[in-house]
């Protein structure tokens, strides 16, 4: 089944790219008022391929916008003590505002112990449960990066998602539930869908949506003849398909078949280039507004 014309590509690179310029100027003017300069640190627990790249591209976009970063990395053999008594000293540390450890842990780490550890003041990618349960009652917190991100994509692409149907494939904690939550939330204000993989026939609800969020963590999880022509879709997706004509033996692809997505959609998001992008960028900006409360000497913002 094919659509009437090719969908527009949203350009995740682009908004990332001029928020970034946002950010930087944002990050001298604090720099210039209060001689605060944001600064985060990432913790690295092993040597999981897509963790080191993620973390290696945070600390690039953290100095391009002027934020500092304190890079701290664990064998995957360290002793999860040794990983919260790392988290105790950063939460106790003037200098730092944005505490970031890069999920998944190795096996054998309590994630949940983990995450808990971490300031909410300085939870910089909304993953505690004091953020989390702060954004589902709509009070001021850091929202999470990648759902917080989608929100900017859908709204630079002008699309307006009030009263509209946004179906949402997967329930992770990172992504589904929070997008979920944020474009069900007052003012975005989309009638939700939460399919996941106890849904017995998730292209019924697909069909049915104008905006299909999807993070599943699986290629080809969203077809072109389970949309709706005209629907938008945002593809969380990041996986590593192997490639021997690529340098590095892989390319990336979504969680959604592009080609017979965009021959149906009216605008979809690419991998790489798409929602990514955005999630770094949104860490920046929760960085910023870390330092920035702290430069006031008040509580976290959103
Ligand atoms: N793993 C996958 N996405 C993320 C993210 O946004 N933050 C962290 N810390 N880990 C992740």
């Known amino acids: 089944m094919t659509g009437s014309g090719m969908a527009k590509v949203i350009d995740g690179k682009m908004l990332a790219a001029r928020l ?39 600390e690039r976009a953290c100095a391009e916008a002027g934020i500092a970063s304190r890079e701290i990395r664990l064998p995957a053999s360290a002793a999860e003590e040794e990983l919260l008594s790392h988290i105790a000293a950063l939460n106790a540390d003037p200098a730092i505002h944005g505490i970031l450890v ?11 112990k983990v995450i808990d550890a971490i300031s909410p003041e300085k939870d910089v990618d909304g993953f505690t449960p004091v953020n989390v349960g702060r954004m589902l009652i709509g009070e001021r917190c850091f929202l999470p990066c990648t759902p917080h991100g989608i929100i900017k994509l859908i709204e630079f692409a002008g699309v307006d998602v009030r009263g509209r149907h946004a179906v949402v494939i997967g329930r992770s904690n990172i ?18 869908t939460l399919c996941h993989t106890g849904t017995p026939d998730v292209a019924s609800f697909t069909r049915q949506a104008d905006v299909v969020v999807v993070a599943a963590g699986r290629p080809g999880t969203l077809t072109g003849d389970m949309l709706k022509p005209g629907a938008v879709v945002i593809d969380v997706g990041v996986n590593r398909i192997p490639d021997a004509t690529r340098p590095k033996g892989f390319r990336l692809v979504g969680d959604a078949d592009f080609d017979s997505c965009a021959a ?37 913002s959103e």
Do not use: C, H
């Not at 920046?284 to 330092?291: D, G, K, R, Y």
């Open 20 to 58: 970034r310029g946002e950010i930087a100027d944002g990050v001298a003017a604090l720099k210039a008022e209060s001689g605060v300069t944001p600064a985060l640190a990432v913790i690295l627990v092993g040597e999981n391929p897509a963790s080191v790249s993620y973390v290696t591209a945070k």
């Open 102 to 112: 890069q999920l998944p842990l190795p096996k054998g780490f309590d994630e949940k």
């Open 175 to 192: 992504v589904g539930k929070p997008v979920a939550a944020l474009l069900s939330r007052k003012g975005t204000d989309a009638t939700v």
């Open 264 to 300: 149906v959609a009216s605008a979809i998001t690419p991998v790489p280039g798409g929602v990514g992008p955005m999630t770094i960028t949104m860490l920046l900006w929760n960085t910023l507004e870390s330092a920035r409360a702290a430069a006031l000497g008040a509580g976290a």
